[in-house]
């Protein structure tokens, strides 16, 4: 127990302590309103009131007030930070102020200018700024409407400045007026959008007579004959609120002046005299001068005559989310065909003071005479996104969304995100009105023009720069994305407009006028332009530039397709760089209009994994811009090449026709670094090469050596294939020309050549330690030429395989070629090189093909297959190790040609269903250490006219069942008159006629 005091003790002292330095300490209260209290009701008049002012008079900083349902009568004036103001709910706790005299807080000039059905004001806070204020759950209705006047009429008597105003169709109580205001809102000028005031205080009045002090305020201060007249108990008014409207004064529904961190919530504003829910600085104070942290959430703000929700002179983030405003318009007074006044939800920051930020989500923004969501000026970094912003269509400027710079520069609006939004059935959708580095991205648009003429932009860039529209969806009766410079002549430039969907627009899908300059297109999707006049011009383009627009705009990657008019139109007398766009067909030059340079472009629509690229011009500039997996289709045509065509990525290469698509190189020795006139040097991923000619190959620099086209170090998994070419080499003995030569290939790369044509070269294909596997099928290799070197002459060689210091233990493949019209040989198999070093080959496949090039020449140059082992150390180590020889013709030699030639050590051969005829010697097995494994089955071997078979190596050829040209057997050291065979040939039996 002494404990327990001791400690009681302590808390009590410092208590003391805090209350001694802190002042006096007091509970949060929280006061109750009801309109059904009454004196009688306990806590009256210090917790329990009737009004609602009584209790916020009564109130402390962190109190809250709970107002209960009913309906409420009174202007209110909030001046105590850290007050919640909390009604029973929308429709439920009404502020009903129709016909009531405003709640004048202020006196002295402009005081006008603050008033509000709710004012939150640090005008009376003692800092003179208000802080922490919450209204929640009320009904604020018909402020300003209907206010109270005593008279009206027109001045009849003579122009004075007299104080006596006499009017004889009026008649009132003697002295009723005394104290009351007179206001000549005759005094004005007709000029100005807000005509000037005049007034007065009266101090006595006859039944006709109204006698007044000096009007002031005016443009003359006198009265004229024929001025209207008001009489107020109050002193001033909105004369342009009045004078049009006559039962509207210029009141707010909720105000908030200098305030922070203010919170309007799940309010109900509606049918007030100028405006909804607004903030801004309060007159007449010294400090702060804006508000900070305000934020109006849920809300429906519907009927005004401006704005519905107006969040200006504002510093930093606010807050404008889950609100519904509608409805809020107003006829211009000196134009009745104008709508221009009412605005759904407008924020701007201060020039002096800092910018606003911070988001406007999730609302509801419909009908609205003029814009939907403005960000008027002194702007940096508000976020507007997922809001429904519909049908402000009512005026000619109008627009959905509108960002605007004050004082015509953009750096007043910037860093902002318009995100998100379906903003639909307006005449114009978003704008960018001296705005920058905003960002406009995945909105929704649809235009309506109502009742206005039809061409207005669903976006339009402004006299800004650095803005970003991105991926937005449009459908319009106007253009879709209207850029320009402004009536003042501030730029339009560097922005980026990429993604975005224009379908069905009107006139032009983008159009660019008024020195609009370097902007850049890119991945836009532009089809069904519609045919619209505007002015002197028709047309229905995906892009239309006109005369006066700017230069250096960019367009790349975009779908232009399907528009009644141009797919493109420039009337500048500069070329427009449109490269790489898809046209909507193969050829684009009758979709464009002008000087527009659209070479190359893409053969199918942005979109996919991997794009396809036109070109009628520079093959390599296209190349270069490609990103690996695309396709460059060539229009057909010749292209010079001065050096050579180089890949760097994998790709598809592909001419239009091969007969009629030209690469022509230079023929001659230049500077390259890889050999031939198509480069593929260390390309991962697939690379395919089509339908072009290839001629004049280029000699690599201080070599000998050249090629159509090379493919060299082929990484792991890479794929090759070329097909449907056609290559012709220099036709010169001197050239040692090849056509397509692959080398260094990884053992899991792929390669295949397929349906080409190659002839007037030294070799036709040669696949040089390609350890991955090969498919060499359908080519025509014809006319090749000897290569001479000095007193030497070597044989053309159609298709050569080579490894050495490695094994290629893949399947290759030579199938359905046909080699022809040459002297040489026909397919060469080399495993190992006598001076570099060993290598073999272990699944080879010959199969099908067609030789009749052999020819007439030295006996070791004119063969149809030749499988040479060309050891540097073992004959094991190299050659060639299972091969299929298959079902291949090989005719048509002379002196000296072999039809298959096995030289040295290989094993595993099978010579199966070829025809072997009309040759100097069918086949020749050529070994000094023996043939193992060497078979020659079903074959039709005969019209040979020294040896069908001839083995020179000591181990027996199985060379059972074939058909030696006659039924008897084969000749030589056989019993028959067929083709001869030699000794080590196991021929018996034999077909007695051709194998099918």
Not at 81 to 99: C, M, R, Y
Not at 483 to 488: A, I, S
Not at 713 to 723: D, E, G, Q, S, Y
Not at 755 to 784: A, Q
Request: proline share 3%; aromatic share 8%.
């Amino acid at each position: 127990m002494k404990k327990m005091i001791a400690i009681g003790t302590v808390f009590i002292m410092v208590l003391v302590a805090f209350i001694a330095i802190n002042g006096n300490v007091s509970a949060a209260t929280t006061l109750y309103v009801d309109d059904d209290y009454d004196s009688l009701t306990p806590g009256w008049g210090t917790t329990h009131f009737d009004k609602i002012q009584d209790a916020i008079d009564a109130a402390s900083s962190g109190d809250t007030i709970m107002v209960a349902a009913g309906t409420y009568a009174e202007y209110l004036h909030i001046t105590t930070d850290d007050l919640t103001i909390e009604g029973a709910g929308i429709d439920k706790s009404v502020i009903d102020l129709n016909g009531l005299t405003p709640y004048w807080h202020y006196s002295g000039s402009g005081s006008f200018a603050s008033r509000a059905g709710v004012l939150i004001t640090g005008y009376g806070s003692p800092d003179q700024i208000i802080e922490d204020v919450t209204f929640r759950g009320f009904t604020v209705k018909n402020a300003g409407l209907n206010p109270p006047t005593t008279a009206t009429g027109t001045h009849t008597a003579v122009a004075s400045s007299t104080t006596t105003l006499t009017d004889s169709t009026k008649s009132w109580a003697t002295d009723a007026l005394v104290g009351q205001w007179i206001h000549n809102y005759g005094d004005k000028d007709p000029a100005d959008w807000n005509p000037a005031r005049s007034y007065g205080l009266i101090t006595g009045n006859d039944a006709t007579t109204v006698t007044v002090a000096s009007l002031s305020k005016g443009k003359e201060n006198d009265w004229d004959t024929g001025d209207p007249y008001l009489i107020t108990p109050y002193e001033e008014f909105h004369n342009t609120i009045w004078i049009h409207h006559p039962n509207y004064d210029g009141l707010r529904g909720i105000a908030i002046g200098n305030g922070k961190d203010v919170l309007i919530q799940n309010c109900k504003v509606t049918r007030c005299g100028v405006g909804g829910i607004s903030s801004g600085y309060a007159r007449l104070v010294s400090t702060h001068k804006y508000s900070e942290g305000i934020t109006v959430d849920n809300c429906i703000v519907t009927d005004h005559l401006t704005s519905g929700i107006s969040i200006g002179q504002h510093v930093g983030a606010l807050t404008v989310t889950n609100n519904i405003v509608e409805r809020n318009k107003r006829p211009d007074y000196v134009d009745a065909s104008r709508e221009n006044a009412g605005r759904g939800i407008e924020v701007s920051g201060t020039k002096y003071y800092g910018k606003a930020s911070g988001l406007i989500a999730n609302n509801k923004v419909n009908d609205n005479g003029f814009e939907g969501i403005i960000l008027a000026k002194y702007i940096d970094g508000v976020t507007v996104e997922n809001n429904k912003v519909t049908k402000h269509n009512l005026d000619q400027d109008g627009a959905g969304i509108f960002l605007y710079g004050d004082k015509s520069n953009p750096a007043n609006c910037k860093n902002n995100i318009i995100r998100d939004n379906k903003v639909e059935k307006n005449i114009r959708g978003i704008v960018g009105y001296y705005a920058s580095y905003s960002t406009i991205e995945g909105n929704k648009i649809k235009t309506d023009s109502g009742a206005f003429p039809e061409g207005q932009g669903a976006i339009k860039i402004d006299g800004s720069n650095n803005m970003l529209v991105k991926d937005n969806d449009i459908s319009c009766d106007g253009t879709g994305i209207t850029v320009q410079n402004t009536w003042n002549d501030v730029e339009s430039y560097d922005n980026t407009f990429t993604g975005n969907t224009i379908k069905k627009a009107k006139f032009a899908g983008i159009y660019i006028r008024a020195g609009a300059h370097d902007n850049e297109f890119t991945y836009n999707t532009i089809k069904e332009t519609k045919i619209l006049t505007r002015g002197t011009e028709t047309q229905a383009d995906g892009v239309f530039i006109n005369d006066d627009a700017g230069t250096g705009n960019v367009f790349h990657y975009n779908t232009i397709e399907k528009n009644k008019g141009d797919s493109m139109e420039s009337q500048i007398t500069a070329t427009i760089d449109a490269e790489f766009n898809y046209w909507g067909d193969k050829d684009p030059s009758d979709d464009v209009v002008g000087n527009v340079d659209y070479d190359p472009w893409l053969g199918k629509k942005v979109g996919g994994k991997h794009q396809e690229y036109h070109t009628a011009t520079d093959i390599q500039y296209t190349i270069d811009e490609t990103s690996a997996g695309d396709t460059v289709k060539v229009h057909a045509g010749t292209y010079n090449v001065a050096t050579q065509i180089t890949i760097d990525k994998a790709l598809k290469l592909k001419g239009e026709d091969a007969a009629t698509t030209i690469i022509n190189g230079p023929g001659s020795s230049v500077n390259i670094p890889c050999e031939g006139l198509i480069a593929v040097d260390g390309v991962s991923g697939d690379v395919t090469i089509e339908k072009f000619t290839l001629q004049n190959a280029p000699e690599r620099a201080f070599t000998w050596s050249t090629s159509l086209l090379v493919v060299k170090n082929l990484p792991a998994n890479a794929k090759v294939t070329i097909k449907d070419n056609i290559l012709v080499g220099r036709n010169n003995n001197n050239a040692f020309d090849t056509g397509i030569w692959i080398g260094e290939g990884s053992s899991t790369s792929q390669v295949t050549i397929k349906d080409n044509d190659l002839s007037r070269m030294f070799t036709g294909i040669l696949l040089e330690r390609m350890l991955g596997p090969s498919n060499v099928e359908k080519n025509d290799i014809h006319h090749l030429v000897a290569g001479v070197w000095g007193p030497f002459t070597s044989a053309p060689q159609g298709l050569r395989y080579l490894t050495y210091l490695g094994d290629v233990n893949t399947e290759q493949l030579a199938k359905k070629n046909t080699f022809r019209n040459y002297a040489g040989y026909c397919i060469c198999v080399q495993g190992g090189h006598a001076w570099i070093g060993d290598g073999k080959f272990t699944d080879m496949k010959i199969k099908d093909n067609t030789l009749n090039a052999i020819g007439s020449g030295p006996e070791d140059a004119h063969v149809g297959i030749v499988l040479l082992n060309d050891y540097a150390t073992s004959y094991s180590a190299s050659g060639v190790h299972n091969a299929e020889i298959t079902g291949n013709t090989i005719t048509t030699g002379g002196t000296g040609s072999k039809g298959i030639v096995i030289d040295g050590h290989n094993t595993g051969i099978e010579i199966h269903k070829n025809t072997i005829t009309a040759l100097e010697t069918g086949i020749l097995v050529q070994a000094t250490v023996g043939t193992p494994g060497i078979t020659v089955n079903k074959n039709n071997i005969y019209g040979n006219t020294n040896y069908g078979l001839n083995n020179l190596a000591s181990s027996t050829v199985d060379a059972e069942n074939n058909w030696w040209g006659h039924k008897s057997g084969p000749g030589g050291i056989g019993p028959g008159s067929g083709d001869a065979v030699s000794a080590y040939v196991d021929y018996d039996p034999w077909l007695k006629k051709k194998a099918k």
